[in-house]
Nanobody, 115 residues
Framework: QVQPVESGGGLVQPGGSLRLSCVTS????????MAWYRQAPGKQRELVAS???????YYADSVKGRFTISRDNAKNTVYLQMNSLKPEDTAVYYC?????????WGKGTLVTVPS
């Protein structure tokens, strides 16, 4: 069974940093597109960043220059380095992995940046 597992969330003061990790087993990780999404209270889930097997990345405008997505294929892990955090970054962050059949979602990790 494919199950991404996120970790690294927590409470951080504005301007601080966190690094999220997501380990995914059960797929050929090295070729799998991976992504981070987030969902704030009362809002729809939104794409934050993505990375494909070749290393190309995408970032939402709201996080460009502050967040960095990366992957370690040897560890089946994708990371999200989050710097200069703002209260509006408060959300549950979800990892998504994909193969030719479907998308696989983790259960999420909560990031809280108090105002």
């Amino acid at each position: 069974q494919v199950q991404p597992v996120e970790s690294g969330g927590g409470l951080v003061q504005p301007g601080g940093s966190l690094r999220l990790s997501c380990v995914t087993s059960g797929i050929i990780f090295s070729i799998a597109p991976m992504a981070w999404y987030r969902q704030a209270p009362g809002k729809q889930r939104e794409l934050v960043a993505s990375i494909v097997s070749g290393g190309s990345t995408y970032y939402a405008d709201s996080v460009k220059g502050r967040f960095t997505i990366s992957r370690d294929n040897a560890k089946n892990t994708v990371y999200l380095q989050m710097n200069s955090l703002k209260p509006e970054d408060t959300a549950v962050y979800y990892c998504k992995g994909s193969d030719t059949r479907m998308d696989y979602w983790g259960k999420g990790t909560l990031v809280t940046v108090p105002s």
